[in-house]
């Protein structure tokens, strides 16, 4: 078996995975339990590559493969690198009638996909207001909701059923927890400038196996709309330099989807965030103004310079850089 077997997707449907009842999903695990032994013994590389067939096999292999299933660091396909995964694979992004999806948030992109100075820039910055709704892509299982020390502030991952994980950066707010299931156009945080941010955006990442490729291949951040349904995802888009080109983007596709977006707008405009209570406490965060220095912030905040250390990962002696922002408390 080659890999264009094992990655190709089903063809004819054009669905994303849908929740299943209780019932059904009780069967699931069941039937799941008693073929895992077998399963186990013939989890053989290739295979563990292969994209979930469906919602709730997603979530019992995140359960049972748990060496691809990590909650506290970024990346979960540990082993797994550029050079196992093949040239091309088709992935379906929504089903025939545009639902399925919703652009994390609609806005400006202040900052694309690529080399950014001498550093790649592996995500699409996309404006937001203090507070506004960052919502998930599709339905997926949170797999990491933390803040991140490295940069990325409040940071949300969600894997999907077609294998590939968002990445929503910079939040105020994250909204949900490990292991939650959440539904295209959930509220997954709120707007912020967490993390390494001189202003308010969305950091947002597309990866699949770890690589990220341009988000912008995928959706127009300005109309919100997925820029096709089935997206062939091609190695080379692995590579910091492999922007999306003006010429490569269909302007068709998101024209026709504009209309399917801006209706599935309605439904979430009042959306009400409900912050779950484990996550009320997310802490206190500034960010570094001239003449801060640890003992500074830690007077100010009643906590310790230790304290700070233990929360952002640094040290007595890490340079306080100007904008960074640090959890205080
Ligand atoms: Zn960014």
């Known amino acids: 078996m080659n890999y264009a077997t094992l990655f190709s997707s ?21 039937l799941a339990l008693s073929s895992l032994f077998i399963l186990h013994s013939s989890f053989a590389t290739a295979q563990t590559l292969r994209p979930a067939a469906d919602f709730d096999s997603l979530f019992r292999r995140a359960e049972a493969y748990g060496e691809y299933w ?13 050079s196992n995964l093949p040239e091309q ?11 399925g999806f919703r652009a994390p948030t609609i806005g400006k992109v202040i900052s694309r996909y690529g080399i950014r100075g001498r550093r790649p820039h592996q995500g699409t910055d996309i404006k937001v207001a203090l507070g506004q709704p960052v919502f998930a892509a ?6 990491y909701s933390r803040y991140n020390s490295g940069g990325f502030g409040n940071l949300v991952i969600i894997r999907h059923a077609n294998g590939l994980e968002t990445y929503y950066a910079h939040l105020s707010k994250r909204a949900v927890l490990v292991g939650q299931r959440v539904e295209a156009g959930e509220v997954i945080g709120l ?16 990866r699949w196996y770890d690589q990220s490729f ?4 995928l959706v127009d ?12 995802l091609s190695k080379e888009y692995f590579s ?31 959306a009400v965030v409900l912050i779950p209570q484990e996550l009320e406490n997310q802490g206190v965060y500034h960010t570094v103004r001239s003449g801060d220095t640890l003992w500074s912030l830690a007077r100010k905040h009643g906590t310790t310079v230790a304290a700070i250390c233990d929360l952002n990962n640094i040290t007595r002696n890490t340079t306080l850089r100007i904008g960074r922002t640090l959890q205080v408390k």
Not at 12 to 27: D, E, H, M, N, S
Not at 191 to 203: C, D, F, K, M, V
Not at 214 to 217: F, G, I, K, L, S
């Open 10 to 30: 089903s063809k004819g449907t054009c669905r994303l995975p849908r929740r299943v009842g209780g019932g059904r999903r009780k069967l699931c695990v069941a």
């Open 70 to 82: 990590d909650t506290l660091n970024l990346f979960a396909y540990r082993g797994i690198g550029i």
């Open 89 to 99: 694979v088709e992935l379906e992004v929504c089903d025939s009638l545009g639902l």
């Open 138 to 143: 599709w339905d997926g299982i949170v797999r």
């Open 191 to 206: 707007g912020g400038r967490t993390g390494r941010a001189s202003a308010l955006h969305l950091h947002f990442e597309v």
């Open 214 to 217: 341009d988000a912008e291949r």
């Open 221 to 232: 951040f300005e109309t919100g709309a997925l820029r096709t349904h089935t997206f062939t």
């Open 240 to 270: 910091s330099r492999a922007r999306a080109g003006a010429d490569e983007l269909s302007t068709t596709d998101s024209v026709l989807m504009a209309a399917t977006a801006s209706a599935s707008e309605q439904t979430h405009k009042n």
